[in-house]
């Protein structure tokens, strides 16, 4: 259990960490919130858990599968932030997109190879 803490409160660390660094430098924030740690903590984690190279490599084939629909969310949302949408319902709208998104995603998974 204590194992599970520590994953959290390190992944909970770095999202904070972001969003601080984010408030006072955002092109910054935006970089780092770029990169891929939290996905290679998931990896590290779950090679820690079950050090199974075919594992390992279905789940960063579908992490990169599954990135694809999230990545038009970041581009509505200053899209309607800069038509003065209220900032909520910017991204309500993003994550309605993102979900639909998600959805095709999962649809079109079989045709490109992924399992769940």
Sequence with gaps: MIYFWLKALLSG???ALVSEIARRFPGLGGL???LPLIS???MV???RD???AGTMAAHSYATFW????SLP???LIPF???RDWNFWAALASGCVLTVTLYAGMIRLAPRIGLEF
């Design 66 to 69: 599954f990135v694809l629909p």
């Design 73 to 75: 969310m970041f581009l």
């Design 50 to 52: 079950n050090p199974d």
């Design 13 to 15: 660390v770095i999202i």
């Design 40 to 42: 290679v903590l998931g």
């Design 32 to 34: 780092i919130a770029s």
């Design 45 to 47: 984690w779950l090679w």
């Design 80 to 82: 309607l932030l800069h």
